[in-house]
């Protein structure tokens, strides 16, 4: 965890660039930090618990469940992916994510940009559409999409998991990129238009570039939640497939019982990716975060 | 990582949904008018000609809008009808055919004690979570904002933890409550509190709310960046025109911060609502429902009756129900807190 932190504290965009006169801490200031410190290392604990029993065996674990490894052996991560379908989901998870995240930017931002360049009725209609879709909670269209990819024979397929995300993802993709676009003037697509560029090139080269802080945002948010998301693989995939991590965690809960340190082995494994998503796009995720956030 | 922040993602989709009742991207005049009026009386008939070249591409622009419109109603639309259609069936799941049965399906879950025991359940999560992590939000991002120094080191330090999905959360605490080895009993064991141990997820008067208090057990990182702008954004001249008046910091607080955030606490209380009416993670790691049905959830509930128990026409019923409670819930409480915004 501790290589983890030390990544992340880069410098943070909205440090200023001069070098600024060091005030003294206040009473109060030490106070706070302190308080926050604890705060998160409570937080926190669960977490690093199962990074410190991830380097136990069983036996050790259940002798003594608040013991400290006694040795450093990365033994569970080598059974975990040599005895179980870890290694498969693994890659399942990661298929479903990228997929998912390329075929979104490839048709939701392109959606949006239409919606708010034709303009008028049908657009406005289109766009309430899309919007109506975030009050729609998964759990209302689970039970027909599952008749529905059974039918087609789709049915705990990888591709039935990405198209059921890129469904529930859109309205989100519609509303963040209709409210971005509203600031981009048309006058630039005009003038590559005269100079001879088509209406897709035009979008591609000319209206994309400039959508990319809202882009980043998108990315990061839908990565994170597709990575971390656990319903919607539960509910499609089923023992024909390995699963994503999430779902083969849960199949070893059960099938594993005394095998805990597999577990503790696999939930580290599953949190360093998005860990590693967090520390490559730090700042384009607290801008992002705040983007449209603050009002008025 | 609770659901409510964003919980992810799927949160954050849903969460969207707050600005529904605001000002959206296509309110007031059509974008397509506005440009017309300012751009092409102004230049030359030239101009006018490719404008219109431009425009008369109307049909490219519907054709940008069709791929994501076709998945979107294939996947979100038709099957949500379809959902309505089902549940007047008493349909298994399985075999091919169905018969309609008017409304017995909603007839039998207002009269069931299992599914009103699973939206009383869904409350306390839900609504609990969501007050308990907005107010621990509250005061993580006004302790971040006084911290001075190290504020963006705090401020990673503070959302790392919300980067753990429920799920991974939830199943490490599963073993955390193991009765026999788990830390949690280990530990009152050894610190000499042998009584107060006990089986945490089993103990069917508890078991809600120590589900409750796992779905609380982490910041909600996207509520506190939130609220965290918002309070950095009050400004400054306020705060000091109220301290020459003779404000104390909790005054200041009360009668200049908290209402600028009004805003702020609207977005993030419809976020954490939304997300913890289907609240299902936590409840299928941690008890599976258990024991008994005690700790059901409306999401686990339409989840369990439509797949465990092949009632697909039952469970289409309970999920319009939730349809319809998240719809009401939202727009009532967008209203009240619009309301209250205005007044502050």
Redesign the interface.
Known sequence: MSTE?QL??T??P??RRRPRRR?R??V??VV??V???V??LI??S??L??LLNSFRSYGE??VD??GLPTTFTLDNYVQLFQETDYGEALVNTLIITLSTVVLLI???P??A????????????F??????A????????????????FDEVGLYSTLTSVI??H???????????Y??F??GIP??V??AA??DGAG??RT?WSIVFPMLLPVTSAFVI???????????IP??FLDSSSAGTI?VA??RM?GLLTSQ?QL??TG?IL??VP??AI?AAF?RYF?KG??VG???? | MTDQSALQGQTAVVGAAVRLTGEGPLDGAPEGAADDVSFVPAGPPIQQRRTRRFRSTRWVMLGFIAPALVVYLLMVIVPSLQSLQLSFTNWDGISPDYDYVGVANYDEILTSGRFWNAVKNTLILGLGSAVIINAISLGVALMLDHVGRWQGLFRTAVYLPSLVSAFILATIWKYLLNYNFGAVNVFLRDIGLPDWARDWLGDSSIVVWVILFITCFTLGGNTTLIYLANLQSVPQDLVEAARIDGANSRQVFRHVTWPMLAGAVTVNMTLAMIAGWTIFDQVMVLTSGGPGFVSETMAFFIYKVGFGEYRAGFGSAAAIVLFLVVIVSTVAANAYMRKREIQA
């Not at chain 1, 360049?117 to 406005?124: H, L, M, P, W």
């Not at chain 1, 948010?221 to 319903?231: C, E, P, S, T, V």
């Not at chain 1, 956030?293 to 008025?296: D, E, I």
């Open positions: 932190t992340l504290v410098p943070e909205t440090r005030k801490l206040t109060g200031q706070v930090m308080v926050l410190a705060l998160v937080i926190a669960p977490v618990y199962a674990i259940t469940p608040m490839a048709i939701v392109m959606a940009y239409g919606i708010e360049r034709v303009g008028g009725r049908t657009s406005r289109v766009y309430i559409l899309f919007i879709g975030l009050m729609i909670p998964f759990q209302v269209r689970m039970i027909p999409l599952v008749k529905g198209l059921v890129l469904g529930g993802a859109a309205s989100f993709g519609i509303l963040l209709c409210s676009l509203k048309i006058e697509e005009e238009s005269i209406r897709l979008f948010i839908q990565a994170l939640g597709l990575w971390n998301d656990f319903f539960l509910v999430n965690i849960n809960v805990w577990i503790y939930a599953a949190i998005s860990v967090f730090q607290i975060m705040s956030a603050v009002k008025g």
